[in-house]
């Protein structure tokens, strides 16, 4: 008897562990749209700012930061009143590979190529604002100070 309910313990907690690690691994992001682009921003100024600097490492950590918040946005928003269309459909056509070639630039440590990917995916922000009719201008922040 002690065997069986030794067994059936063991059972148990490693139900409720289980149960535990999923939870803790679904993102929930309660946040609308306007405050994940507001994290958006964020990222890519400070991914400018490092470029500037040529710090690979914190560029590519914060750049990481921002794709991450874009795909919870890409999954997040199918239609929204600001959007034509899914946001995943800009993610994975124009965002997504501006990114990559961007990630790329960084782990070559090649800062010319690294600062032209950043332009690009400015332009590619920009692109997206522009397709949808907002009003707002993502800056390159290569030159801020200067």
């Not at 990559?100 to 332009?123: G, I, M, W």
Request: charged share 30%; with cysteine; aromatic share 10%.
């Amino acid at each position: 008897m002690k065997v069986i309910y030794s067994i059936f313990s063991v059972f148990i907690l490693f139900a409720l562990i289980t149960c535990s690690i999923k939870e803790d691994m679904e993102v929930k992001n309660i946040k609308d749209l306007d405050e994940n682009m507001l994290d958006i921003k964020m990222y890519h100024e400070l991914v400018g700012d490092e470029l500037r600097t040529g710090d690979f490492a914190d560029a590519n950590w914060f750049l990481t930061g921002m794709d991450s918040v874009l795909q919870i946005v890409s999954r997040k928003y199918e239609t929204h009143r600001k959007l034509n269309k899914p946001f995943k459909d800009s993610y994975e056509n124009n965002l997504r590979p501006a990114i990559s070639e961007l990630n790329n630039q960084l782990q070559r440590k090649d800062l010319p190529a690294a600062k032209n990917a950043y332009v690009v995916l400015t332009k590619k922000c920009n692109g997206c604002h522009l397709d949808n009719d907002i009003d707002k201008v993502v800056q390159n922040w290569l030159f801020r100070g200067e």
